[in-house]
């Protein structure tokens, strides 16, 4: 059973930076991991997600330019490094994970991800 353990969240004010972490217990190269977050009473939504064979990244229109996807397979984590913070990015932030391919498939990220971490919480006052 592949666990995440995410880290990183906290509050900061408009225009302040937090980057999260996503510790998994496999190897991250060969998946697709991403990060998705979640206000309460609306549905969750994709915020970015980075597929490693081949290395391929891609943001949700909100974020993208603000926002970056990364992974470490050395340290089995991803990262999520968010900058220029809004109130609007206020949500529980998750991290999930692809079954682990181990192919070369440019549509990983269309997967189902199978696997979820337990959620950080991103505050960003004005």
């Known amino acids: 059973q592949v666990q995440l353990v995410e880290s990183g969240g906290g509050s900061v004010q408009a225009g302040g930076s937090l980057k999260l972490s996503c510790a998994i217990s496999?190897?991250?190269?060969?998946?697709?991991m991403g990060w998705f977050r979640q206000v309460p009473g609306k549905e969750r939504e994709g915020v970015a997600t980075?597929?490693?064979?081949?290395?391929?990244?891609k943001y949700a229109g909100s974020v993208k330019g603000r926002f970056t996807v990364s992974q470490d397979n050395a340290k089995s984590t991803f990262y999520l490094e968010m900058n220029s913070l809004k109130p609007e990015d206020t949500a529980m932030y998750y991290c999930?994970?692809?079954?682990?391919?181990?192919?070369?498939?440019?549509?990983?990220?269309?997967?189902?991800?199978?696997?979820w971490g337990q959620g950080t919480q991103v505050t960003v006052s004005s």
């Open positions: 496999g190897n991250t190269f060969g998946r697709c």
């Open positions: 980075i597929n490693t064979r081949p290395p391929a990244t």
């Open positions: 999930a994970s692809t079954d682990w391919l181990g192919i070369y498939d440019t549509k990983a990220c269309d997967r189902t991800f199978r696997y």
